[in-house]
């Protein structure tokens, strides 16, 4: 019985390393992950990216009508996992003031990133693509 254990503890532990599941999620990197983009020469990279992300995420985004009936207002902030090959990976709506379907939405356009395949550059920790927590706040405003 208790090789039979063995065998079955050793055989998880080498499936979740195949996986990559046994590699921690970092929330503090030497390079943050950065949205791919086209910048031009002696762009700031990371300005660049960002800029690229949000009009990726504001021209994507619709505003749920039961959200603009309740004329509802807010910040949503989306986390996920921006894994070593770049994809995105466990989104989650960690924060929403808006309600009425605005963290769903963001849920929806985040999932549609992995569209891009790849759409990130992988954070970078001691010269390494490692997995980074990314959370991206959106914020919902009538005008």
């Excluded at 983009?37 to 762009?43: F, L, R, S, T, Y």
């Excluded at 605005?102 to 010269?127: C, Q, T, Y």
Aim: charged share 25%.
């Amino acid at each position: 019985m208790r090789s039979l254990f063995y065998v079955l503890f050793t055989f998880f532990i080498a499936s979740l390393s195949l996986f990559g599941q046994t590699d921690p999620i970092l929330e503090e990197v030497d390079q943050m992950p950065l949205y791919k983009a086209v910048c031009g020469d002696g762009e700031d990279p990371k300005f660049c990216a960002d800029r690229a992300m949000l009009q990726y995420v504001y021209s994507s985004i619709v505003y749920p009508k039961q959200a603009v009936a309740k004329e509802a207002e807010g910040m949503v902030v989306i986390s996920f996992v921006v894994e070593k090959n770049g994809m995105i990976s466990n989104p989650t709506i960690y924060r929403d003031q808006v309600g009425y379907g605005a963290g769903e939405e963001v849920l929806r356009i985040v999932r549609a990133m992995n569209d891009n395949n790849p759409s990130w550059k992988p954070g970078i920790h001691e010269g390494k693509p490692v997995r980074v927590e990314y959370k991206l706040p959106v914020k919902f405003k009538l005008s």
